[in-house]
């Protein structure tokens, strides 16, 4: 169980504009009082032993460790994708995260300190986090991420657009963002704290699907509101009836004030009854996070010796 | 590293997580609870009460006759006239004790609750005994607010209230009896029933510890024969949650008396789905709906109403949400499904369930395991139930979910009428007017829109037609226990 | 040569008729004196048949107008009994009230007081509640459906109105069995409620014998509620037992002299209606 994700040819690219509208127009409502309720349902799950430490494990798995902050160096990046392959240097058995995360003018590093270690290399593009930059210029910095070797590309959805109203746009630069993005997996970051309702969530999730993300991303984790579970469920929800559509499974990608491993299994516990075990690999699911990954390491030794454990025992990266 | 399609992981096991039951002592035997303290019964019965998951007898509990519901009534009407004689700020103070000792107790009595009754858990845990303890603070505060309760009447108390609780919501229907009651300044008899005692049992230990006057209450156990005997005994009041086969007993066992008489009884909601309804939600409304307690729950969901065009997609879901709910050992904190409350109920259930079958009903059920001994029933869904069937008219009061279309909010309106009860309904659709145009007719006490199964002690509840009398909860729930000029009878 | 009296036949209001009773029966009507002053329907089980059948249809009908409307209907019912005072001042003489002109009074201002209660019900005794959760919770009180009245066998005009006016201003229908020894006034107030604005149906009125009729308005299963003031003390066991049957709401009033302060009250409107609380929960 220690090998990292495994990444599906790229799923067939967009759908016609008027196949999207027409699942646009069909996308249910969404009621936020029993959205949070079966969310705090599920989150209230009782998961222990074996079934914690299968939940830890895949977290990490499903783990995008992330930094994007506009003071990173080469210097942390090589010392992230360390941790990132060897998330503890003294327990081979502990797995190695999906992939790292970062800007642009890192990804070179992040390429070739991870060559051959299966761990993936992620960059936002596409003037994150806003996604408000000239459109030509967007797709360029998506073209020039995949160029450099990106294997993964998140970037955002355009939220002026789409809370504008303008769909049919918002679906074709989206669409364009797909072909710009070529063999790399495409994550759309809706910013679901932007969005304003559960059903703006879920109107968002449709339509970059229908465009032909690869994964939904909650959130660029830039601003106050992150992901929830229950902005999570909606999306998962969505993915769920996209599947019933069209025969494609969309991923899901949390990120954003995941930092505790109690968090990581209620996400993974709603995903389960949400989506299925289908979804339950990293080929479909992600956590984006950075400081998640020594909570879950502290809590699997946990399970393993029966001892708490404190924050000394593990490496900072 | 290969481009290959990984294949999904082994699935998720969730490992054990059952609820400690240390927390619960159980004496081998529990007489009965008159006068303040247990006494053995005077008719020399005992019976024993069982876990009905596992079938293991959890202790012997004492069999009231009719001499030792005399005895209780007699009890409670020597404590009235101190009762009645405390000012309601001091009455008060005693509810708000009970409502904080059932906070401290909480997981004791939820776990017990779950070990005689049956239900999961986390449902014991996270609404009966939270529920309990609120009924209990709520209607202390208004002990001593009553004259503001009923513009222009003089409120006082009845006397002695003979109240009689089913096996569904053993605490959670205590607290509703006793604690409007209490608040009210009567005295009272309770009778648990038969098979889910104990909790009332540790209540009474909890009310004694309370320093409650001996005699305000007394809690006599026994099966239908101790009801009669507490129906027939010199009360002033009989207040009934239960069957409307026995409710109506009870209507005759009264009549010409002059006692008072509330009934809360059975049900057949529908729960009404329409096309453009939050239909994920909507899902989740239904499951809870006809699943919460097993469907033992007088107004749950059980008559699904689907409006035509998203009958498909719905089932399609509630399959796929069936398959995920877990059923087995109630105390393990992750069952959304126990165990059926008794072997009799079983029995009941399962003869309706053949004759949805025997009637040309589709069935679905999804695959489960069941543990070896206890009694369990899987969730059930039948498709293609018409009006004229038994599983759509009679109550089951089971995990089995009729569902039936229809076309129009009218025809919507009109099936869901059709039924002899009247306790609750449900409504899914996000259109505003729609929901309220469908509350305004729907004939039931308790319509839930967008929601369903919510209970709350400032809500009024109880049914129309032969979904009983009364109210329970709220404002409303006060009247039952109080007298005014001449009026009712 | 002098004129020769119109005699009036009095009959039964069934769905805004008055038909005779299909048993063809009647009974003699004797003033507190003894004197016979008319003949009466006697109703049988299948004029109240009949008489449940046009409440139950009339029903939905009435509780859908706006309480406004209803209000404003009830008045007209004072207004139109004032015009025919004299008419029920000599039947209220006839049975034998010590002071008719004030019994007349005090029915006319009944229904005043009760048709202002229309709009006003849901407000006093319904209201919102407040649950602990994000749910919005309200509860108002709705017309319980058809409700029987067993009108007092005293006070055969103002026991009769205040019991009929709470039942029906908040939607109700009504099969009322009039005061057997004295139905003229209700007979009266029936042709008063043919000429006014109340629907057909709305209510109905029923002549002839308490004994044999109250056990078959309490048994009837498409009757609601039962309003037992006047069904005598020996036949109460049998009432309350039969209407066991579909759980019928009973009630009886307050006390047993209409001129008395507590013989009206909000509470005789609620007692013949049901509480429906509707949960919806609030969110964006």
């Not at chain 1, 970062?102 to 990804?107: A, N």
């Not at chain 3, 029915?107 to 005043?112: G, K, Q, T, Y």
Request: proline share 6%.
């Amino acid at each position: 169980m220690s090998q990292a994700a495994e990444i599906t040819p790229r799923a067939p690219g967009s759908l016609a504009p008027r196949e999207a509208v027409r699942l646009l127009a069909r996308v249910h409502a969404v009621d936020a009082v029993g959205l949070e309720g079966r969310a705090a349902a599920l989150a209230s799950r009782s998961i222990k032993k074996d079934a914690k430490l299968w939940a830890l494990d895949l977290a990490i798995r499903c783990m995008d460790l992330t930094t994007l902050e506009g003071s990173d160096t080469a210097g942390k990046i090589v010392a992230l994708c360390s941790k990132a392959v060897r998330p503890d240097p003294v327990d081979p058995s502990i797995p190695s995260v999906a992939a790292v995360c970062l800007y642009p003018q890192l990804v070179p590093v992040a390429v070739q300190e991870l060559a051959g270690t299966g761990v993936k290399v992620a960059s936002v593009a596409g003037s994150f986090p806003s996604g408000l930059g000239p459109l030509d210029a967007r797709l360029q910095e998506i073209r020039d991420v995949a160029a450099m070797g990106a294997d993964e590309i998140d970037i955002v959805l355009n939220r002026s657009l789409f809370l504008g109203g303008r769909y049919r746009e918002t679906f074709e630069e989206l669409a364009g963002a797909r072909e710009a993005a070529g063999s790399a997996h495409l994550k759309v970051i809706l910013e679901t704290g932007e969005l304003g309702s559960y059903d703006r969530i879920r109107q968002a999730s449709v339509l970059a699907m229908a465009a032909g993300a690869d994964f939904i991303k909650t959130s660029t984790g830039k601003i106050g509101v992150n992901a929830t579970l229950p902005t999570a469920l909606c999306m998962e929800e969505a993915a769920r009836d996209f599947f019933r559509e069209t025969g494609r499974r969309v991923g899901i990608k949390v990120a954003g004030g995941v930092r505790a491993a109690k968090q990581a299994i209620q996400y993974l516990v709603v995903l389960h009854e949400t989506l299925g075990p289908e979804w339950m690999t990293p080929d479909l699911f992600r956590i984006g996070a950075s400081s998640l990954l020594n909570d879950v390491l502290m809590q699997i030794d946990k399970q393993r010796t029966g001892r708490y454990q404190g924050p000394d025992y593990f490496t900072i990266d | 590293m290969t481009d290959a399609i990984q294949t999904p992981m082994p699935s998720w096991e969730y490992a054990p997580a059952p609820e400690s039951t240390d927390i619960v002592k159980l004496a081998d035997r529990y007489g009965l609870f008159i006068g303040g303290d247990f006494v053995d019964p005077k008719s020399g019965r005992w019976f024993e009460t069982i876990n009905p998951a596992t079938e293991e007898t959890l202790a012997e509990v004492a069999e009231a006759g009719p001499e030792d519901v005399g005895l209780a009534v007699d009890a409670a009407r020597d404590a009235g006239t101190t009762w009645r004689g405390l000012a309601g700020s001091e009455r008060a103070k005693y509810l708000f004790r009970i409502a904080r000792a059932l906070q401290e107790r909480a997981r004791e009595f939820a776990v017990l609750e779950t070990m005689n009754g049956g239900k999961p858990i986390k449902e014991s845990r996270d609404i009966d005994l939270p529920l309990a303890a609120a009924h209990f603070f709520y209607y202390a505060g208004w002990a001593d607010k009553l004259e503001y309760a009923f513009p222009g009447r003089t409120p006082r108390p009845i006397g002695v209230a003979g109240q009689i609780i089913p096996w569904n919501f053993p605490m959670l229907m205590a607290a509703w009896k006793l604690a409007p009651a209490l608040a009210t300044g009567n005295t009272v008899v309770l009778k648990p029933a038969e098979t889910t005692p104990l909790t009332a049992l540790l209540l009474a230990e909890v009310i004694r510890e309370a320093e409650l006057p001996p005699g305000v209450v007394n809690i006599v156990t026994g099966a239908g024969q101790t009801g009669a005997a507490l129906v027939a005994a010199p009360v002033d009041k009989i207040a009934f949650t239960g069957s409307t086969e026995v409710g109506k007993l009870i209507r005759r066992a009264t009549a010409g008396t002059g006692k008072r008489l509330t009934l809360e009884l059975g049900g057949k909601a529908a729960n009404v789905v329409f096309e453009d309804a939050a239909l994920d939600q909507a899902v989740e409304g239904v499951v809870n709906g006809i699943f919460f307690n097993q469907g033992h729950v007088c107004c749950a969901g059980s008559r699904l109403l689907v409006q035509e065009p998203v009958f498909e997609i719905l089932i399609d879901k509630l399959k796929e949400r069936l398959q995920t709910l877990r059923i087995g050992d109630p105390l393990d904190k992750n069952t959304d499904i126990g165990a059926i409350n008794s072997r009799q109920q079983l029995d009941k259930i399962e003869e309706l369930v053949a004759s949805g079958v025997a009637e040309g009903a589709e069935m679905y059920q999804p695959f489960c395991d069941l543990p070896e001994r206890g009694f369990w029933f899987r969730p059930t869904l039948f498709t293609g139930v018409s009006q004229s069937h038994r599983i759509a008219r009679e109550e089951i009061f089971g995990p089995v979910l009729s569902i039936l279309t229809f076309r129009t909010p009218e025809e919507a309106v009109e099936k869901a009428n059709n039924s002899p009860y009247g306790l609750s309904a449900g409504v899914w659709t996000e259109k505003g007017s729609r929901i309220l145009w469908m509350a305004e007719r729907l004939r039931a006490g308790v319509v839930w829109a967008n929601t369903f199964n919510r209970f709350d002690p400032a809500s009024p509840f109880g049914g129309y037609k032969e979904s009983g009398f009364g109210r329970e909860g709220g404002l409303q729930g006060l009247e039952p226990y109080l007298a005014f000029d001449g009026g009712e009878i | 040569m002098s004129r020769v009296p119109v005699k009036r036949t009095a009959k039964l209001f069934i769905a805004g008729k008055f038909p005779r009773s299909e048993s063809g029966r009647s009974y003699e009507v004797l003033a507190n004196d003894g004197r016979p002053i008319a003949r009466a329907a006697q109703a049988s089980r299948k004029d109240l048949r009949d008489a449940v059948k046009a409440a139950r249809s009339a029903q939905p009908g009435w509780a859908a107008m706006t309480a406004y409307n209803r209000g404003q209907i009830l008045y007209r019912v004072a207004e139109l009994m004032e015009g025919r005072r004299e008419q029920f001042r000599s039947e209220l003489a006839d049975a034998g009230a010590s002071d008719p002109d004030r019994g007349v009074d005090a029915a006319i201002d009944r229904w005043v007081w009760y048709a202002g209660w229309a709009d006003k019900i849901g407000q006093v005794l319904g209201g919102t509640n407040p649950v602990a959760g994000p749910y919005y919770n309200f509860t108002v009180p709705e017309p319980t459906g058809v409700v029987g009245v067993v009108a007092p066998q005293d006070q055969s005009l103002l026991g009769l109105i205040s019991r009929l006016a709470p039942a029906i201003v908040s939607g109700n229908t009504a099969v009322v069995l009039a005061s057997e020894r004295s139905p003229l006034p209700a007979i009266s107030l029936a042709e008063v409620l043919a000429t006014s604005d109340v629907p057909a149906g709305v209510v109905n009125i029923l002549t002839g014998s308490t004994v044999e009729l109250a056990p078959w308005l309490a048994g009837h299963m498409d009757v609601n509620a039962l309003d037992v003031t006047g069904v005598p003390a020996d036949l109460m066991a049998e009432v309350q037992t039969l209407a066991a049957e579909n759980v019928k709401r009973l009630h009886s009033a307050p006390t047993s002299d209409p001129f008395s302060a507590s013989a009206q009250s909000p509470y005789e409107v609620t007692a013949l209606m049901e509480f429906k609380t509707v949960w919806h929960p609030i969110g964006a």
